[in-house]
């Protein structure tokens, strides 16, 4: 079983950084910040920091000794509903393609989890790390979602937010009408394919036209144009403060 990732940075531009003097390019240095020399490989080591300013060193030796074997099996060790999977937890997917050997397995284990409705939870070894993963049936191909350890995530409960079910956050019915009609009207059927990342597309084409050799166009102060993406908290706001004005008026009546 081969595993071949599903998605690739498309939208990542990377730059070089350069002597704006000459053209050249420039690299990092290692720089000790004790004796202030550059250290070449042979003397870099690396250090987990323990304490402040304290580091134990780990070496090649220690490495080996806690990764996992590697192996080229995916072991599943259990099944489940997809929505007991918490979004959050998906960090990564790849498509599974099989060997010529393994075509019909491959073929039978795809149509249980469809039919079943279920997703494979599995164990995997990538690159001397163990994994925890989903495997689920997409069109033809299996995919393992590779997940986050539940240590791996920050909990809400270290962020400054509303309390659910809150007396002072309770809605009234009204301000709840005006929100569901508002989502009710923006509901479409989602299709990814209709979103496009504007600023990628921007800036290759901008790089695109300075290598031609084109003069750039100047930069046109334009006022923000107006658009149908809707910010639901400020819209809600704006429908709160203009219903709050109208009982003012009425209670000073």
């Avoid at 599943?76 to 998906?90: G, H, K, R, S, T």
């Avoid at 007396?167 to 923006?186: D, V, Y």
């Amino acid at each position: 079983m081969r595993l071949v990732t599903a998605v690739r940075d498309a939208s990542g531009v990377h730059f070089n950084f350069l002597h704006d003097e000459d053209g050249g390019t420039l690299h990092n240095e290692r720089i000790c910040n004790e004796c202030g020399k550059k250290v070449s490989w042979d003397h870099v080591t690396r250090g987990y920091p323990y304490k402040k300013g304290e580091y134990v060193v780990v070496d090649d030796e220690d490495f080996q000794a806690a990764s996992v074997e590697a192996t080229q099996s995916i072991d599943i060790v259990q099944f489940a509903n997809e929505d007991e999977i918490d979004p959050m937890l998906y960090e990564k997917p790849y498509y599974l393609e099989p060997e010529k050997k393994a075509h019909h397995a491959y073929a039978l284990l795809r149509s249980a989890l469809a039919e079943s409705g279920k997703v494979g939870i599995a164990r995997v070894v990538l690159r001397s790390r163990e994994h925890i993963a989903a495997l689920k049936p997409s069109g033809d191909a299996l995919v393992l979602g590779m997940l986050h350890w539940k240590t791996d995530i920050v909990g809400a409960d270290t962020l400054d937010l509303p309390k659910a079910g809150a007396r002072s956050e309770k809605t009234r019915p009204g301000e709840m009408k005006a929100a569901n009609m508002l989502i009710e009207s923006m509901t479409a059927k989602f299709d990814i394919g209709e979103f496009h990342d504007t600023y990628h597309e921007k800036l290759m084409a901008l790089i695109q036209r300075k290598a031609r050799g084109k003069p750039m166009p100047k930069l046109k102060k334009t006022r923000p144009r107006a658009t149908n993406v809707v910010d639901l908290a400020d819209v809600l706001q704006r429908s709160l403060a203009a219903t709050k004005r109208k009982r003012t008026r009425k209670a000073a009546a």
